[in-house]
T-cell receptor, first 113, second 111 residues
C-alpha cells in the first residue's frame, strides 16, 4: 500500500513550456484534489474530483487543467508555465468528499524560470 | 469567504517546554476544524480534528478545543520534543472536501 504518490519530485520549466504532474493513489479513494503551497500562504485548492469523470475548480484554477479518467489517477496539467506557478504542489485523496482525513502525497517542487 | 489565521512564526522552544500555536477562523456555516503537521520533506498528515463546538481533538500529546464563541482552535502540547519540529497548519472545512488552510507555523525544538 503506497498511499498517495506524486511524480516528479522536482521539476524546472522554462516560461511557456507545458508539463503534467502525476498523482496516483492505491486506496480506492473517490475524492482527490490538488493544492499549491506558497511561502506565507498555506495551501490553496487548485482543482478537485469527487469521482472518475467528475472534476471541479478550486480557489486558484487558472493556468491548470485536470482530468479523472480512472479512480486511481488525477494528473495536473500546466498548459503554458509562468513564473507565478513556481510552487510546491500537493495531491491529496480521501475515501469520500465527506471523509475527515485527507491523505497527502510528498509533493512536487516546481520552478518556472 | 472562509479564512484561517495562525500566529506568526517561527516558534523556537527548548525541549519539554509548553507549546501554544494560536489559530482563529472566519467561516460561513458550521466548519470542521483540523490541525495538520508537515515534517521536513514530507506531505501533510492529519494531527487532530474537531467537528463541532466544544469538541476537543487530541493526538500524540497535542490538544485543541473548538471554541465557537471565540472562533478559535488553538493547538497545545504540555511538553514538546525535538521530534515535534515541523510546520503546523490549522485548517477548516465547510464544503465537502474543500480545506481552507492557515499560512502555517514553523516549530523548532532544541535539545
Amino acid at each position: 500500500n503506497a498511499g498517495v504518490t506524486q511524480t516528479p519530485k522536482f521539476q524546472v520549466l522554462k516560461t511557456g513550456q507545458s508539463m503534467t504532474l502525476q498523482c496516483a493513489q492505491d486506496m480506492n479513494h473517490e475524492y482527490m484534489s490538488w493544492y499549491r503551497q506558497d511561502p506565507g500562504m498555506g495551501l490553496r485548492l487548485i482543482h478537485y474530483s469527487v469521482g472518475a469523470g467528475i472534476t471541479d475548480q478550486g480557489e486558484v484554477p487558472n493556468g491548470y487543467n485536470v482530468s479523472r479518467s480512472t479512480t486511481e489517477d488525477f494528473p495536473l496539467r500546466l498548459l503554458s508555465a509562468a513564473p507565478s506557478q513556481t510552487s510546491v504542489y500537493f495531491c491529496a485523496s480521501s475515501s469520500t468528499a465527506d471523509s475527515y482525513e485527507q491523505y497527502f502525497g510528498p509533493g512536487t517542487r516546481l520552478t518556472v524560470t | 469567504g472562509n479564512s484561517v489565521t495562525q500566529m506568526e512564526g517561527p516558534v523556537t522552544l527548548s525541549e519539554e517546554a509548553f507549546l501554544t500555536i494560536n489559530c482563529t477562523y472566519t467561516a460561513t456555516g458550521y466548519p470542521s476544524l483540523f490541525w495538520y503537521v508537515q515534517y521536513p520533506g514530507e506531505g501533510l498528515q492529519l494531527l487532530l480534528k474537531a467537528t463541532k463546538a466544544d469538541d476537543k481533538g487530541s493526538n500524540k500529546g497535542f490538544e485543541a478545543t473548538y471554541r465557537k464563541e471565540t472562533t478559535s482552535f488553538h493547538l497545545e502540547k504540555g511538553s514538546v520534543q525535538v521530534s515535534d519540529s515541523a510546520v503546523y497548519f490549522c485548517a477548516l472545512r465547510t464544503s465537502y472536501g474543500k480545506l481552507t488552510f492557515g499560512q502555517g507555523t514553523i516549530l523548532t525544538v532544541h535539545p
